[in-house]
């Protein structure tokens, strides 16, 4: 069986890629784009998840990250450097030590999700925790890297946001067209900007013949694009988007007045609701921050916002997996028994 070319050689054509470039991959890109037909025939609409969770750090991440580190190795980086609020520091992680060398990953003190830590410390990279926020860790690690050589492989790298439009090509592919409405988490704001940038540059090219509605959701406690500031203590169950002061926040706001889409906010309560239900009546397991698409999805259906027979994607940005602790918090408890057939009757079917 053979594999599927890299991300960066299948979309060479829109990417600064060049035979010099060497190919530093691990098989990231051509994630399911799975229909929700429960979730669909409610609100009248053809909804998809692009479920980001399938890449093999298990994040969105690792199309910017091939992009990155690639281009790094090119110029004859031997370290990448990264703030995190989790996914980034897996993937840095991961295609540093695929490309044989060092990342340095720096994370807010006890709010990572503890799937990715595990990724960051398997992966050898050099785990630095800080007493702050994600906001605080990329203003010193965006110091050190004015001063040293190391390679910033944040979002504010460009190399991180051209290969994350592939994402949007990918969509675009697989539906023929461009969707109507594209829903997507916001923390950052570095994904929403490549998903917009995307669907341009295929538009550009004659691939699509329309571009699609961007609109984005951040956490209610960590939504500073929404209210207009920055937010100096951001909170929110959705750790991977605890972001009070986004690197690329006017890019974002750019991309939503182009496309004629919307920037709001949705709850914790609302973003748990929405992880529940895509696992539950529609078999995917995403983690808490993907989820923030679902729920403004299902916001803005209830408030009327959509024609019959639209086509609406939610980016799912990352597994479930990757947050086991806010996985077994919210679910129904496991039911005890002693070990006979009876009493595994009355468990199985009375509960
Ligand atoms: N969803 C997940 C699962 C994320 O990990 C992130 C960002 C986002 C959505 C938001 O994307 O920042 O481009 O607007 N995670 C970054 C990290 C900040 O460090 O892993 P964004």
Same mark, same amino acid.
């Given at each position: 069986?053979?594999?599927?070319?890299?991300?960066?050689?299948?979309?060479?054509?829109?990417?600064?890629?060049?035979?010099?470039?060497?190919?530093?991959?691990?098989?990231?890109?051509?994630?399911?784009?799975?229909?929700?037909?429960?979730?669909?025939?409610?609100?009248?609409?053809?909804?998809?998840?692009?479920?980001?969770?399938?890449?093999?750090?298990?994040?969105?991440?690792?199309?910017?990250?091939?992009?990155?580190?690639?281009?790094?190795?090119?110029?004859?980086?031997?370290?990448?450097?990264?703030?995190?609020?989790?996914?980034?520091?897996?993937?840095a992680?991961?295609?540093?030590a695929?490309?044989?060398?060092?990342?340095a990953?720096?994370?807010?003190?006890?709010?990572i999700?503890?799937?990715?830590?595990?990724?960051?410390?398997?992966?050898?990279?050099?785990?630095?925790? /800080?007493?702050?926020?994600?906001?605080?860790?990329?203003?010193?690690?965006?110091?050190?890297?004015?001063?040293?050589?190391?390679?910033?492989?944040?979002?504010?790298?460009?190399?991180?946001?051209?290969?994350?439009?592939?994402?949007?090509?990918?969509?675009?592919?697989?539906?023929?067209?461009?969707?109507?409405?594209?829903?997507?988490?916001?923390?950052?704001?570095?994904?929403?900007?490549?998903?917009?940038?995307?669907?341009?540059?295929?538009?550009?090219?004659?691939?699509?013949?329309?571009?699609?509605?961007?609109?984005?959701?951040?956490?209610?406690?960590?939504?500073?694009?929404?209210?207009?500031?920055?937010?100096?203590?951001?909170?929110?169950?959705?750790?991977?988007?605890r972001?009070?002061?986004?690197?690329s926040?006017?890019?974002?706001?750019?991309? /939503?007045?182009?496309?004629?889409g919307?920037?709001?906010?949705?709850?914790?309560?609302q973003?748990?609701?929405?992880?529940?239900?895509?696992?539950?009546?529609?078999? /995917?397991?995403?983690?808490?921050?993907?989820?923030?698409?679902?729920?403004?999805?299902?916001?803005?259906?209830?408030?009327?916002?959509?024609?019959?027979?639209?086509?609406?994607?939610?980016?799912?940005?990352?597994?479930?997996?990757?947050?086991?602790? /806010?996985?077994?918090?919210?679910?129904?408890?496991?039911?005890?028994?002693?070990?006979?057939?009876?009493?595994?009757?009355?468990?199985?079917?009375?509960?």
């Amino acid at each position: 069986m053979s594999l599927p070319p890299a991300l960066i050689v299948r979309y060479r054509a829109f990417l600064a890629v060049t035979d010099a470039t060497p190919v530093i991959s691990l098989g990231e890109g051509a994630t399911p784009l799975v229909a929700l037909e429960r979730l669909g025939a409610r609100f009248g609409v053809r909804v998809f998840a692009k479920f980001e969770g399938m890449n093999p750090t298990g994040s969105f991440k690792d199309r910017g990250m091939t992009m990155a580190v690639s281009k790094a190795v090119e110029r004859g980086a031997q370290a990448v450097i990264c703030a995190s609020t989790g996914n980034t520091s897996a993937s840095a992680a991961a295609y540093a030590a695929r490309a044989g060398i060092l990342a340095a990953v720096v994370i807010p003190e006890g709010k990572i999700a503890s799937g990715k830590l595990a990724q960051a410390i398997v992966h050898g990279a050099r785990v630095i925790s /800080i007493d702050g926020n994600f906001d605080q860790a990329l203003e010193v690690v965006r110091g050190l890297a004015e001063v040293s050589d190391i390679e910033l492989v944040n979002s504010v790298n460009p190399h991180r946001i051209a290969g994350q439009m592939t994402g949007a090509f990918e969509i675009c592919d697989d539906l023929g067209q461009a969707p109507d409405v594209l829903c997507i988490p916001v923390g950052n704001a570095g994904n929403i900007t490549a998903y917009w940038a995307g669907f341009q540059a295929y538009h550009r090219a004659g691939r699509v013949s329309s571009v699609p509605r961007m609109m984005g959701f951040q956490a209610a406690g960590a939504a500073p694009l929404v209210l207009g500031h920055t937010i100096d203590h951001p909170e929110t169950v959705a750790t991977a988007i605890r972001i009070g002061n986004p690197a690329s926040g006017p890019q974002a706001l750019a991309a /939503i007045a182009d496309s004629h889409g919307s920037i709001a906010s949705v709850t914790d309560a609302q973003i748990l609701a929405a992880y529940r239900l895509v696992a539950t009546t529609e078999g /995917i397991f995403c983690e808490p921050a993907s989820a923030a698409s679902l729920a403004g999805f299902m916001m803005r259906a209830e408030a009327g916002e959509f024609t019959d027979g639209q086509t609406v994607v939610c980016v799912l940005t990352g597994h479930g997996l990757k947050d086991p602790d /806010i996985a077994v918090a919210n679910a129904s408890p496991v039911i005890r028994i002693p070990s006979t057939v009876a009493d595994l009757e009355r468990a199985v079917f009375d509960g």
